[in-house]
């Protein structure tokens, strides 16, 4: 049985989404990211906007550390195949749960590896081994700032690696997307059975006309 801790971490990413659509949030981030090493500024929506994205990615990033150091791993998430066998989309309920009335094509992964498809929880360990949670929120807040100031984060702070951050957040959100759909699935498969065991009448009774 799970801890409170493993609970509400998978909940975070239930809440994650509830709030962001999957390609979206996906573009977003790379937009932020591309922001914060140019001279540009976002222009998108309201400056509350790129904090109200970073905030919810953080919070996303205490629930994967949360789930890591754990060892929390749902059986329902991990696919087992052959090793170096390619994903295949057909078997869309791997990837996509109709939420938000996207298409199939909008919530396929395109960052992580095959393996990390298959395993998400091998994505999310790659992100919490490249930072310790707390160097990974200063950095998240340091985005936000570059995002919404034309100077680039890189005449400030060269040492930083944008390419390997944006890949591992990239792979996080998608990680946990696979996990949120896998799981989701698999609730409403079990409600889907409830109901279909209510509705049928015992063995041996009748049903009343």
Known sequence: MEDKATFYAYLTIHDFFDCFVFDAVIRDTNTIIRLCAGNKIWKKEQPGDV????????????????????????????????????PDIYKTKWYFDGAFSTSLWDNIPRNLSAGQYYNPYKAIKKFCNYMPEAQWKKTLETLVMYALYSDSVLDISPHYNLFTMRLRLLQLIEACHLINVRT??????????????????????KIKK
Do not use: Y
Request: charged share 35%; glycine share 6%; proline share 7%.
């Open 51 to 86: 904090v109200f994205h970073m905030e919810k990615l953080a919070e996303l990033c205490s629930a994967a550390f949360v789930i890591h150091d754990g060892f929390s791993q749902r059986e329902e998430v991990i696919i087992n195949a052959p090793p170096g066998e390619p």
């Open 184 to 205: 989701t699935n698999k609730e409403k498969k079990e409600d889907l059975q409830k109901t279909k065991n209510q509705k049928t009448p015992a063995k041996g009774k």
